[in-house]
């Protein structure tokens, strides 16, 4: 399968602070991917689409000017937690679109752990 | 985002047992149906994608989809505890957005 990572794997911030995240896609080119939250023991959520070389499209309720997502590389996408503060600890999940052999499937970066203190 | 349902777990069951794990979608125009497993503190892996009614198997995994009824169902035969996780059902929508459900968690009893 195709492979995405995340970095950082985990990180601890202050509240206030801003979090940069990056999501790679290793071996394939992605045209679109896609940031999802997960809180304890509840499914994912999808944050936004994040579309190379345009601006990204967030989903109802979450807020743009707090999530800033760039887009600026078919193998790139990051995310910025700005003014980060607890109530945003959560684990953040990418994803990326491949398109092969016919199909289209998203495949999941292993994740960011976000604590905010 | 459309809606995506499961049954309601936890799910428990011996190893070697079968596990059926059930998901229901609102949006009766989906076309693209995926199973993910999950382990804790771990981000989702794909297990399975089916896009037309009737069974796919792949190894110990069997996908059954009936799009007449908004159905989804994946069976996991001959149950391991590695198989203990959380399972996600997910529905894609023409956007390529997908709708998650809340996830079974299954547990599978040496």
């Known amino acids: 399968g195709a492979v995405v990572s995340q970095h950082p794997s985990w990180v601890i911030c202050k509240s206030g602070t801003s979090v940069k995240i990056e999501c790679r896609s290793l071996d394939f080119q992605a045209t679109t991917m896609f940031w999802y939250r997960q809180f304890p023991k509840q499914s994912l959520m999808l944050m936004a689409t994040?579309?190379?070389?345009?601006?990204?499209?967030?989903e109802q309720g979450v807020e743009k000017d707090k999530f800033l997502i760039n887009h600026a590389s078919l193998t790139l996408s990051t995310l910025t937690v700005t003014s980060a503060h607890p109530e945003d600890s959560s684990f953040y999940i990418c994803?990326?679109?491949?398109?092969?052999?016919?199909?289209?499937?998203?495949?999941f970066g292993p994740g960011t752990r976000l604590t905010v203190l | 985002q459309k809606e995506v349902e499961q049954n309601s777990g936890p799910l428990s069951v011996p190893e070697g047992a079968i596990a059926s794990l059930n998901c229901t979608y609102s949006d009766r125009g989906s076309q693209s149906f995926f199973w993910y497993r999950q382990y804790s503190g771990k981000s989702p892996e794909l297990i399975m994608s089916i896009y037309s009614n009737g069974d796919k198997e792949d190894g110990r995994f069997t996908a059954q989809l009936n799009k007449a009824s908004q159905y989804v169902s994946l069976l996991i035969r001959d149950s391991q505890p590695s198989d203990s996780a959380t399972y996600l059902c997910?529905?894609?929508?023409?956007?390529?957005?997908?709708?998650f459900g809340a996830g079974t968690t299954v547990t599978v009893r040496a």
């Open positions: 994040s579309n190379e070389g345009s601006k990204a499209t967030y």
């Open positions: 994803s990326a679109r491949a398109e092969r052999g016919g199909t289209d499937t998203q495949y």
């Open positions: 997910a529905v894609r929508s023409n956007d390529y957005k997908l709708s």
